[in-house]
């Protein structure tokens, strides 16, 4: 593949050039495609042959209404119609449950997907990030995530699960005490976009209990799931009030004639499907003890379809990924643009083995030359691509990789001064204190309502029998926390409590541009501050990690027969 190929990596406002673009500016095939999360084995090659032959049909005539299709996806997925509402993509969803849900902020662990964060600032929203330690493995710890959200008055959250760039999981009891924690803020949201690839646990989507809440949306996506990016659909599940402000914004035909033929097709293809998802997680067990081979790169436990890498010191990941694309025809997910992430890691998607081998080739050849432990070369400068972020740059050439140390000292020495006021922030480099209280009593369950009995349809992603939903929704219990003793140190603790980590109410939110611990305004992340000074927030407890021993089990998709 030609050098100028790599070219395009610089001029695209996305982290990678198209498929289509690679393929114009080559020899008219496509490299092997490590970059976009796509499961490799959906549809079958009998699907494909018959959407191939009804292809003029497709394209020639309008679809049936976005109420249609999606009367049929709920019928497959047993949710009620009034609770879901499908859109072109799930960019487009999050694009609209920002103008019509989110307020003032929203909360976000970093690094994650891009338009969690992208897309609030751009409405200019106060987008507070809780950056994800490196030493604890990337691990989302729910219990400080809802302490940052209440010290910075935050009045939104997200929570990725499986997150992306790591595949970081967290169980759904740890979700569930998260969202009831948070039952008075405005929005909580779910994107479970990758949660059908898990194998953590049997039933890990927590779309039951979204539908129950007043204040909780839980994001699927259809595309991943199925090998079907360019079709464009997802969908959320939401109790019908929030649902149903998001469909009634939706264009009439904002699903094109393939989403609709798609959709009408799965009905027959349930089992194909879930063989597809168990096949996948079988390649990355493989992929990753592969990959784990190789000298001195580091591979994190991740349960979506693809696996987050660290490149041994001295490799520079735009180096990396432009050889590999050019000598190797291999494409890759260079994570440099990622805020909360660094040049040296790369997002690997899962795939079949005769490919695996092929980048573990390539990657031994660019990282080491032709021989398995040679040494590593020295550090690069590596080409001229930016993130087009200043902040995010600097962090980058800071911490070489390291993780993010710096942001809490950065967040009080650029936030504090100019707020005239506000709370005292507390000292960077320390752990969070947290108050003594007493044990909480759990909260009250919300009884599941009695289910009718229904004839057994194919198993797909996000298959929930429709409970009946209150006229009424119920609200979760509040306690008030007693009066806060003396801090003392939080000893670790092998699950995170959100009960237990709430503080007591801060007397008002934190003014707006004020920081608070580990957070980035808006404005930082534009790059306006400067230059992030030493210390930060101690690791958090590597909590929400599933054992190897447990990632065979199925996920929520019965077995195969």
Request: charged share 15%.
């Amino acid at each position: 593949m030609p050098d100028n190929v790599t070219s395009l990596f610089r001029s695209t406002a996305a982290h990678s050039p198209s498929m289509a673009a690679l393929t114009r500016e080559s020899d008219g095939s496509g490299p092997v495609d490590f970059c976009i999360p796509c499961n490799p084995y959906f549809p079958t090659p009998a699907m494909f042959d018959e959407m191939a032959g009804k292809l003029r049909e497709i394209v020639t005539y309008y679809p049936s209404g976005a109420d249609t299709i999606t009367a049929e996806l709920c019928s497959l997925l047993q949710l009620p119609p009034q609770c879901v509402a499908m859109g072109n993509g799930s960019t487009e969803l999050i694009t609209w449950i920002d103008h019509l849900l989110v307020r003032e902020s929203l909360a976000v662990p970093v690094p994650t997907f891009g338009r969690w964060t992208d897309q609030p600032m751009e409405t200019g929203k106060r987008v507070d990030m809780f950056p994800l330690q490196e030493s604890s493995g990337f691990a989302l710890d729910l219990a400080q995530y809802a302490e940052f959200i209440r010290a910075r008055g935050t009045r939104a959250a997200v929570i990725c699960n499986p997150n992306n760039p790591d595949g970081g999981f967290v169980h759904k009891h740890a979700i569930v005490q998260f969202m009831d924690a948070m039952a008075d803020r405005d929005l909580v949201v779910v994107d479970e976009s990758f949660l059908e690839f898990a194998d953590a646990e049997a039933e890990p989507s927590v779309v039951r209990e979204a539908m129950i809440r007043p204040n909780v949306v839980v994001l699927r996506s259809l595309g991943k799931n199925f090998g079907l990016h360019g079709i464009r659909f997802g969908y959320l599940v939401a109790n019908p009030a929030l649902a149903g402000r998001i469909r009634s914004m939706l264009p009439k035909w904002n699903l094109n004639s393939f989403a609709e033929h798609v959709v009408f097709m799965l009905k027959e293809h349930g089992q194909e499907y879930a063989q597809s998802l168990q096949q996948v997680r079988r390649d990355r067990l493989e992929m990753a003890s592969q990959l784990s081979s190789l000298p001195g790169l580091t591979v994190y436990p991740s349960q979506g379809n693809f696996l987050f890498v660290r490149l041994p010191v001295g490799a520079e990941g735009t180096v990396v990924r432009d050889r590999l694309l050019t000598e190797h025809r291999i494409l890759v997910r260079e994570c440099g643009n990622k805020i909360g992430s660094s040049s040296r890691f790369l997002r690997l998607v899962v795939r079949p083995q005769v490919d695996v081998r092929r980048l573990v080739s390539g990657l031994e050849q660019v990282l080491y030359g032709t021989r398995r432990g040679a040494a590593v070369p020295e550090p690069s400068t590596g080409t001229s691509y930016s993130s087009g972020t200043a902040a995010v740059d600097r962090l980058v050439s800071a911490t070489n990789g390291a993780g993010m140390p710096g942001l809490a000292a950065q967040a009080v020495a650029a936030g504090a001064p100019g707020a005239g006021g506000g709370m005292p922030m507390p000292a960077a480099a320390q752990a969070y204190p947290q108050p003594q209280l007493p044990q909480p009593q759990p909260p009250q369950q919300i009884p599941q309502p009695q289910l009718p009995q229904q004839i057994p349809q194919p198993q797909l992603p996000g298959q929930i029998p429709p409970p009946q939903l209150p006229q009424q929704m119920p609200q979760p219990p509040m306690q008030q926390p007693p009066a806060a003793q003396p801090a003392m140190p939080q000893p670790a603790m092998p699950q995170p409590a959100v009960a237990q980590a709430v503080p007591p109410p801060l007397p008002a939110p934190t003014p707006p541009g004020v920081p608070a611990r580990g957070g980035l305004t808006a404005a930082q992340v534009r790059g306006t501050t400067g230059p992030v000074p030493p210390g930060g927030l101690s690791p958090a407890a590597a909590t929400g990690w599933p054992g190897t021993t447990n990632w065979p089990n199925a996920a929520g998709m019965g077995q195969v027969g």
